[in-house]
Structure formats: structure tokens, C-alpha cells
């Protein structure tokens, strides 16, 4: 998708350890978002920003934090990661026109 | 805040038919209504949207209609095709500044 890149794609981890997934754009958007989607649970949001420095919390919050250093920046961290955070991850940013555009996903698995 | 409902979460039709998917929201304040289409593994993409200042949308094959005072905007697909199969979010936001509400989503199975 034009102007928004995730990364890892795909990732593996151990229980416990710590994992961050990065979210850049190149639309100089101020508002992004982190998504997780589950079978059964559709997009639940974890965290956004609406600016460099300026974060807030989602309805799962929990288990993550984030930061947005830079503008094109947003970077998700499991603090320590678990089982139920195993989950496809979506990043989204919003333009003017209101609507968002997503990036392809990370497909986290712990294990 | 706002509650966005979707239905059906499954539905099924044979190629060709036409495809209707409903979502009802809470928050008469709301006005911007788009609608993503996800195809599997990948993310959702925008397909249509619509504005509370307008009632219908069509674009192509695809449609979607807004009645504010019932609260409900639907997406309509006519003659549809193997790909059209995907799961569909409806979502409603108060426009500029303010985050989308997703509905549950709807997985649309076009049988050829």
C-alpha cells in the first residue's frame, strides 16, 4: 500500500522476551494507529498517536507500549510477550480525507 | 462512545447474485461512514465511503446507502464475483481529527 510499511512481516518469538514491530510512513500524517486482529474479534485497537510524542491508550492495551519519536514512526513493543498476544498486527494511518489506510500486517506468533 | 453493529457476520451467495452487508452505529454525531474490503492476508483497503450529507454512493458494482435518522448504512455489491470473496468492516467516525469504529466485519463468500 502506497506510503505505509510494516515490519517484520513475520515474526516468531519466545515467551517472555520482549518484541517491537514498526510501523512507517511516508505520508507525513499526524494520526496512527496499531490494530490486532483475531478470529472471532475483528480490529481491536492497542494503542495510537496523534502526533510525535503524543500517545494513547486502545481497548487492549494491555501487555504493550509504544512510541512516536518521528512522524513517520510508530513502533509497538511487547513488553514481555505471552501466548495471547500471538495475533496479526495492523498499523494504520489516517489523512485528511478521514479515512485510514492499513499496512500489511505482521503475523506474530509466540511460542 | 460509538457502537458500530454489523451483520451478517457470514454470508453466502452464488456469483451473480447480489450481496447486501448492514451496519447500525450509536453516535448521531458521527459522519463519515467508509467501508474496507480484506482480503486474505492482507490489510483491509478502502473500497467506498460515504458522507452524511449524502444518501447514496455508487461506484461501479458497488453501492452504499445512508439513512441517518435510522441510524444504518448498508454496502450493496451486485452481480458479484469469485472476487468479491472476503471479509468486509463497516466503520463510522465524527470525521477530521476523530478515530474510526469498526463494525465485527462480515466474511462474504461468492460461490462460482
Known amino acids: 500500500d502506497a506510503g505505509i510499511t510494516q515490519s517484520p512481516r513475520h515474526k516468531v518469538t519466545e515467551t517472555g522476551t520482549p518484541v517491537t514491530l514498526r510501523c512507517h510512513q511516508t505520508e507525513n500524517h499526524r494520526y496512527m494507529y496499531w490494530y490486532r486482529q483475531d478470529p472471532g474479534h475483528g480490529l481491536r485497537l492497542i494503542h495510537y498517536?496523534?502526533?510525535?510524542?503524543?500517545?494513547d491508550k486502545g481497548e487492549v492495551s494491555d501487555g504493550y507500549s509504544v512510541s512516536r519519536s518521528k512522524t513517520e514512526d510508530f513502533l509497538l513493543t511487547l513488553e514481555s510477550a505471552t501466548s495471547s498476544q500471538t495475533s496479526v498486527y495492523f498499523c494504520?494511518?489516517?489523512?485528511?480525507?478521514?479515512?485510514?489506510?492499513f499496512g500489511s500486517g505482521t503475523r506474530l506468533t509466540v511460542v | 462512545g460509538e457502537n458500530v453493529e454489523q451483520h451478517p457476520s457470514t454470508l453466502s451467495v452464488q456469483e451473480g447474485d447480489s450481496a447486501v452487508i448492514k451496519c447500525t452505529y450509536s453516535?448521531?454525531?458521527?459522519?463519515?461512514f467508509p467501508w474496507y474490503k480484506q482480503e486474505l492476508g492482507k490489510g483491509p483497503q478502502l473500497i467506498i465511503d460515504?458522507?452524511?450529507?449524502?444518501g447514496e454512493k455508487k461506484d461501479q458494482r458497488i453501492a452504499v446507502t445512508l439513512n441517518k435518522t435510522a441510524k444504518h448504512f448498508s454496502l450493496h455489491i451486485t452481480e458479484t464475483q469469485p472476487e468479491d470473496s472476503a471479509v468486509y468492516f463497516c466503520?463510522?467516525?465524527?470525521?477530521?481529527?476523530?478515530?474510526?469504529?469498526f463494525g465485527g466485519g462480515t466474511r462474504l463468500m461468492v460461490k462460482p
Open positions: 453516535d448521531s454525531a458521527s459522519n463519515y
Open positions: 460515504i458522507r452524511s450529507n449524502v
Open positions: 466503520a463510522a467516525s465524527k470525521g477530521a481529527g476523530n478515530m474510526l469504529t
Open positions: 498517536s496523534y502526533g510525535v510524542k503524543d500517545t
Open positions: 494504520a494511518i489516517q489523512g485528511q480525507n478521514y479515512g485510514y489506510t
